[in-house]
């Protein structure tokens, strides 16, 4: 008598892997909420900010330099910003987009 395996849908595959993924956060960084998972979201997101900046900037055809030229601030601080090492004020942010690249920024609170 043959025995049939079960198919996994996609959907199934992705609950799974995204279990999996928060066990292994929870693991490495600890449960939500805590310092350590805190400093790390607020890294990822850093990080993420940098990669909007970069790929807006890129869009436009301008140097980090030229960017910084526009919002007052240093080729420098640019760097840091699009590499994620920079704690951005939400004020910069609007600089940069909305003076330097000429875009409309808006906040979502979810």
Known sequence: MATTKK???????????????????????????????TKYEIKTKSYAIGEVVKKERLKASMSQEQLAEKTGTKKSFIS????????????TLYKIF?????????????
């Open 7 to 37: 198919k996994t849908t996609p959907a199934k595959k992705a609950v799974k892997s995204a279990a999996s993924s928060a066990k292994t956060m929870d693991r490495k960084y600890g449960k939500l909420g805590s310092l350590k998972r």
């Open 80 to 91: 840091r910003i699009e590499n994620g090492y920079s704690d951005v004020r939400l004020s």
């Open 98 to 110: 909305e003076h330097g690249l000429g875009k409309k920024i808006s906040l979502r609170i979810q």
